[in-house]
């Protein structure tokens, strides 16, 4: 410990009260370590801070360093940290110092190996845990038969390990044969197991193989056919067990139903009328299956259930009501499911002055007077979220009226009533599915006969999906409003004005999660990613702007938590349940109670554990009445800052969505949990400090594992210059970029505004002034192994330039310009980071498609391959 310590406690000579000589003598170093292991990351902190001799035996102990830099790090916990790599047979003292230098290589993007693999006719599905998942088509059945160009179905899959193992010993005994200097299973599902979707969980060592059967033509099909489709879920073994042989021609013929699955495969049935054949599936560790359906033409219907696939149940679906707001991607987080939806919300605007001659007032005046035309009613409805007939109109053209007095063309004067506008967002919400104990068993009379090999005939497996019942909605996270204008002018004056940008949103896909114990205790920090995709017509087409954007996991969790307890107890339910919310360890969630109480937050103190069942409900509604008071009392001192002021000015002229949200949501329908409850909403204002936005042309979809976030776009100031000298190049400029949002890592003073005024399970000490030990600063790093390419006509490996950039974000707030997708044109980015990036030269050859990262190794995922960076 460094000498700015605390006293070093009572010398040797004076005698030792009590407990004192647990912390001052050597006698008792094993059991201050055992202490040590029981403790939290905070109260590690703290204890660090004690007397020298404590902070001696944490750092001569390695296990100690080892654990508490994990946490440090933010390195979520996998089974790629516990089971892959051989690092169990490794002496704790190595195992701490690969972990410094795999930190130190990622902070420099420098991997110890560059390699490839190639696999013909292949579409790469997921990485996880040192595994990767590909899609094949060995049958080669082609899709159209009449269409040479369309391709063929998908028929087996292959299981690559590419994480690295001094023993492999395992991986021949489950029958793994090496090629290309990785392990593989590979699965022929033959010409009748040909599949949509597929998805694995290494931790439950299962694929999830998704079929559409009863697929109807799409032409034929009348608006009110009845005709239902059938979807499977088949449950497969990831890796075959041990003592098995690897197959004589490196294949193995058809797959092998999971153990510990409760049946054959799982089937819903849905309307064939909605088109639904857009679909993602996804497991997650303990037995939980997803499967999300949407549909490819304009039909304002989609689908998302969730199932219990180890106890044979049905655990909810999700249905976000209005109707056209179908989920767009979805997520499991812990007990519970995020989701992405496009939302319209309806909002109530002050009365306008009637001497306004600015631009947008003479406008809405303009439009209002229009309202009694057809045409212009024709033109500024049927616009749906998503895009495919129109964007949104803005709230600014567009009034929620014209949609209710459709058949109305009374020429009465509303012109003293507060208009109704719509605004447009991009929601995150979470839900919480049903008890698998309480969960849904399928249909015994909806199933029918299989005669499909090793499968039941009289196995029920079949749910209808008006009978699943509805998750609980919890919480949600809006966007800011987008800039959505209409496609035509609106009015006469609308042809005089410029014109203003026009936003159609696309798609917002949800980035990785990992939820542990750790990030549930405040022991770790974590992020997660949302892309939002989004289209504006120019000159020669469509243009895209994409919004990547960040949020904590840890503001999820508190207002999902303080949200849930807040619900919990307005029905005077059982709030014993609240107590394995998350984790079935009770002492998960009371380390999580401690945390929300000591957040500066409003509303933290419904999540007092140690309350639940002592506090009668009188007491708790009268704390909580006084609790807020007080805090708006606070509030409202004289001494606010100026943007303080204005967030509160704009706040009242914005109703509260808690409000709202009963006629956002709608009447649902169907059995469940959440058929009397609404979502609380929470406006972009309010959690904007744990945020961060970035705004670029198309580049790939981020990647994310704890804090850090992969990514790759284009180096266009060299593509630019490339063109300029006209030079033919066989590579393309990338740049990779590694952020790591980690708050014990970027600067203290960014957390001046933080909504989380110190980083997370430090109690208040700063990390950097601690002696952890182990950490001798940037230590000399060996060069990157280059593999080689093993295709006759061979493909260039990435070239890394020699001298990254390594900044860190700015203290204070930088305001960033939004390309006219928000309505706010520029915006502040909150969520500070460390970042660092190297050039690259892409070969032209392969497309690079997506990036994947497990903590340890960056996959970029090509056309028919994957070039792997490993880090570990």
């Given amino acids: 410990m460094a000498d700015s310590t605390a006293d070093d406690g009572p010398t040797e000579k004076e005698p030792q009260p009590g407990l004192a000589q647990l912390f001052s003598d ?10 040590f292991r029981h403790v939290g990351l905070s109260d590690t902190a703290r204890l660090l801070r004690v007397n020298k001799h404590i902070n001696q035996v944490f750092t001569s102990s390695s296990r100690l360093q080892l654990s508490y830099r994990k946490y440090y790090h933010a390195i979520p916990t996998s089974s790629s940290n516990n089971d892959n790599g051989g690092s169990r047979h490794k002496p704790i003292s190595e195992e701490l110092q690969a972990l410094l230098e795999k930190e130190e290589r990622l902070e420099s993007l420098k991997p110890t190996s560059i390699k490839c693999i190639h696999i013909p006719n292949s579409t790469m599905f997921e990485s996880d845990s040192g595994y990767l998942l590909f899609g094949e088509r060995m049958n080669k059945l082609r899709i159209n ?21 001094e023993n492999e010993s395992e991986e021949k005994s489950r029958g793994g044969i090496k090629h290309q200097g990785y392990y593989k299973w590979r699965y022929n599902l033959g010409k009748a197991g040909c599949y949509n979707m597929i998805t694995m969980c290494v931790e439950d060592n299962v694929v999830a193989v998704v079929r559409e059967f009863n697929k109807r033509c799409c032409v034929t099909l009348p608006p009110n056919s009845d005709v239902l489709s059938d979807f499977r879920i088949y449950l497969y073994q990831l890796l075959p067990p041990t003592d098995t042989l690897a197959p004589a021609k490196g294949t193995y013929e058809g797959a092998t139903r999971h153990p510990e699955a409760a049946m054959g495969f799982i089937e819903v049935k849905l309307p ?76 109530a605007t002050p009365m306008e002055p009637k001497n306004s001659t600015s631009k947008s007032k ?83 009379f909806a199933h029918r006969a299989y005669t499909e090999t090793g499968y039941d005939p009289s196995e029920p497996c079949t749910w209808d ?15 800011p409003p987008f800039n959505m204008m209409p496609a035509f002018p609106l009015s006469p004056i609308d042809m005089l004005l410029p014109p203003e940008p026009m936003i159609s949103p696309s798609s917002c896909d949800l980035g990785e999660v990992h939820i542990d114990d750790a990030l549930l205790k405040g022991e770790r920090d974590g992020v997660m990613t949302f892309t939002i995709l989004a289209s504006t017509p120019g000159p020669g087409g469509d243009s895209w702007i994409q919004c990547q954007g960040v949020i904590s996991l840890r503001e999820i969790i508190h207002q999902v938590t303080v949200t ?99 006629s956002l949501n709608g009447k649902r329908s169907g059995k469940g949990i959440g058929n009397s409850n609404v979502m609380k909403y929470i406006h972009h204002d309010k959690w904007a400090q744990s945020g961060s936005f970035r705004f670029s042309l198309l580049t790939r979809r981020p990647t994310t594992f704890g804090t850090k976030v992969f990514l790759a776009e284009p180096n266009y100031q060299k593509i630019k210059a490339e063109t300029i000298h006209q030079v033919d190049s066989r590579f393309i400029p990338t740049t990779l970029i590694m952020r790591d949002f980690n708050s014990n890592i970027v600067h203290d003073d960014t957390y001046s505004k933080f909504k989380f005024s110190v980083p997370l399970g430090s109690g208040g000490v700063s990390l950097k002034n601690l002696n952890l030990g182990s950490d001798n600063g940037q230590r000399e ?86 070039t792997i960076m490993d880090f570990d």
């Fill in 26 to 35: 050597h006698a008792y170093s094993e059991i201050l370590e055992l202490i």
């Fill in 145 to 165: 038969p009449k269409d040479e160009k369309a391709g063929y179905q998908l028929d087996s899959f292959s299981i690559w390990k590419i994480s690295s193992s």
């Fill in 272 to 347: 064939a009328r909605y088109h639904l054949h857009q679909m993602k599936a996804q497991l997650a560790p303990g037995g939980r299956v997803g499967l999300m359906l949407r549909p490819t033409g304009d039909a304002d219907f989609g689908f998302l259930g969730v199932w219990d696939w180890k106890k044979g149940v049905s655990i909810g679906k999700i249905a976000p009501s209005p109707k056209p707001n179908f989920p767009d991607d979805f997520r499991f987080f812990g007990n519970f499911v995020l989701v992405s939806v496009f939302r319209t919300m309806e909002r």
């Fill in 362 to 444: 003479l406008r809405h005046g303009k439009d209002h007077q229009n309202r009694s035309s057809d045409v212009a009613k024709k033109m500024s409805r049927g616009y749906k979220v998503r895009g495919r007939t129109g964007p949104i109109p803005s709230r600014h053209n567009r009034y929620v009226d014209d949609d209710e007095e459709e058949d109305n063309d009374s020429d009465e004067d509303d012109s003293e009533a507060p208009k109704r506008l719509v605004d447009g967002f991009c929601s995150f919400e979470a839900y919480k599915t049903v008890d698998p104990s309480k969960g849904m068993k399928p249909s015994g």
């Fill in 465 to 479: 999906h008006q009978d699943i019942p509805i998750c609980e909605p919890i919480v949600g996270f809006l966007s």
């Fill in 564 to 662: 849930l307890t807040r619900n919990h107890r307005a029905r005077n339910m059982n709030e014993k349940d609240l107590a394995t919310m998350w984790a079935p360890d009770f002492s998960v969630q009371k380390a999580l109670n401690r945390q929300l109480q000591s957040a500066n937050d409003g509303g933290s103190e419904e999540a007092e554990g140690h309350e639940w069942e002592t506090e009668s409900d009188d007491e708790r509604t009268s704390s909580r009445v006084s609790a807020d008071q007080s805090k708006q009392g606070k509030r409202k001192g004289k001494h606010r800052s100026k943007h303080e002021q204005q967030m509160n000015q704009k706040a009242t002229t914005q109703p509260d969505l808690r409000e709202s949200s009963q």
């Fill in 781 to 866: 790093l060996r060069d990157t192994i280059m593999g080689e390419c093993k295709l006759l006509k061979p493909i260039a490996l990435p070239k890394l330039s020699k001298f990254p950039t390594r900044t860190e974000s700015i203290i204070g707030d930088k305001k960033i310009s939004t390309h006219d997708m928000f309505e706010d044109e520029f915006m502040d980015s909150h969520l500070k980071f460390r970042e660092s990036r190297v050039d690259l030269m892409w070969d032209t050859k392969r497309k690079l498609l997506e990036l994947h990262f497990d903590g340890n190794q960056l996959i970029m995922y090509m056309q028919n391959g994957a």
